[in-house]
């Protein structure tokens, strides 16, 4: 049975702390309440939000919907030969959880995503990503639920169309499905991704020989903290803001004035840190009342307590408009807005 709430206050359900509220309140336990959910009239006659962490979110005012919250749980092995093994989870299920399921049982693939926040369900959503790999790299498949006809549909990865922190359910199919569970193919043949350079130093400077994929993720999380703050001590959403894809010739003319501006190519692609532009805006560590720019990396915006929505987002206008004054760039948010 669901329990429908009414007037559910959303400050511990987002990792901002942003004090907001939701005009109807579900949370789903089980697979089988999805169809009880999709015959209630709260949920037939109202715009809905489904609600994994609540860590890529800021309300900027109440949401007059229903939010569903999925806590839906489940990790299985589903197959595994002598190479690769497949692995259900779903999609309630906290991300790091199963990257620890994964780094304990040493297969490989997923420990650079290691301390993302989030939930399983939401990860595909957004194509998470981090040190060298994305999600879109281990997924073999994803489960959802058509959310006009109820219906199940499993969609394969080249459905997703993932991009940078993007995906088919940002896009083409936004609020049409509903993200049960996703299954992913991971290695059990040793196979570390150290591309990522801040990582290899990190192993290097540490004297870390890598044996076991719980060797990159225990890396990872060390770095991680030191540099992103903890939600639960301060609120935040990781990155706000997306990494800016330039052109060639926009790179150059960086690089003319600005020698040491790191910088990603990926496929002929060329991508600038947004945390370094903003760094150099002067915003690093800048507090304005209850909100401000993280002091170990740019890309996050914090609330010191307090805050609300309009507050954040009030900030991250700022930060555009002088990172385009200063570099002709407009930045993104990554971070959804409501
Ligand atoms: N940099 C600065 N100043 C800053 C932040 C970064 O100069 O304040 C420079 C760094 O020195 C480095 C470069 O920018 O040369 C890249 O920095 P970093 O390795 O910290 O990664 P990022 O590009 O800032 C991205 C992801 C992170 C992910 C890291 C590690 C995005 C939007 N962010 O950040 O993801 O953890 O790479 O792979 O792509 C998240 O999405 O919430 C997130 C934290």
Redesign the pocket.
């Known amino acids: 049975m669901i329990e429908i709430k009414k007037d559910y206050n959303l400050t511990k359900l987002n990792t901002f702390g942003i004090s907001a509220q939701t005009k109807f309140f579900v949370e789903l336990n089980k697979e089988s309440e999805l169809k009880e959910l999709f015959l209630s009239s709260e949920f037939k006659n109202n715009e809905k939000l489904f609600l994994g962490g609540g860590s890529n979110i800021l309300f900027t005012k109440d949401f007059n919907g229903i939010v569903i919250l999925n806590k839906l749980k489940g990790i299985e092995i589903l197959e595994e030969n002598s190479e690769n093994v497949f692995i259900k989870s779903m999609g309630g299920e906290i991300w790091h959880n199963l990257v620890l399921f994964a780094v304990n049982k040493n297969y490989w693939g997923i420990e650079n995503l290691s301390l993302?926040p989030g939930t399983v369900g939401a990860a595909p959503m957004q194509n998470?990503?981090?040190?060298?790999v994305e999600i879109k790299d281990i997924i073999e498949n994803i489960e959802t639920y058509e959310i006009k006809t109820g219906k199940k549909k499993i969609f394969e990865k080249k459905e997703c169309e993932f991009g940078y922190?993007d995906s088919v359910f940002k896009n083409k199919l936004k609020g049409q499905y509903f993200i049960s569970a996703v299954v992913l193919k991971l290695s059990k043949k040793q196979n570390q991704n150290l591309k990522?350079r801040?990582l290899q130093e990190y192993l290097d400077k540490s004297n870390i020989k890598v044996g076991s994929s719980k060797d990159v993720s225990d890396a990872v999380i060390e770095i991680?903290r030191s540099?992103?703050p903890d939600p639960k001590v301060i609120g935040n959403?990781?990155?706000f803001?997306?990494?800016v894809f330039v052109s060639k010739q926009k790179l150059k003319d960086l690089l003319a004035e600005y020698k040491n501006m790191?910088y990603y190519e990926e496929e002929e692609n060329f991508k600038v840190?947004?945390?370094?532009l903003?760094?150099k805006c002067g915003w690093?560590g800048k507090r304005i009342g209850n909100v401000g720019v993280h002091e170990?990396?740019?890309?996050?915006l914090v609330n010191y307590g307090g805050a609300t929505g309009k507050e954040i987002k009030d900030l991250s206008e700022q930060i555009i408009a002088s990172v385009e004054d200063k570099f002709g760039l407009k930045i993104e948010r990554?971070v959804n807005l409501i």
């Open positions: 993302i998470i990503g981090a040190y060298g922190r990522y801040a991680r540099k992103l959403a990781g990155s803001f997306k990494n790191p840190p947004a945390g370094w903003i760094e690093k170990k990396q740019a890309l996050v990554e």
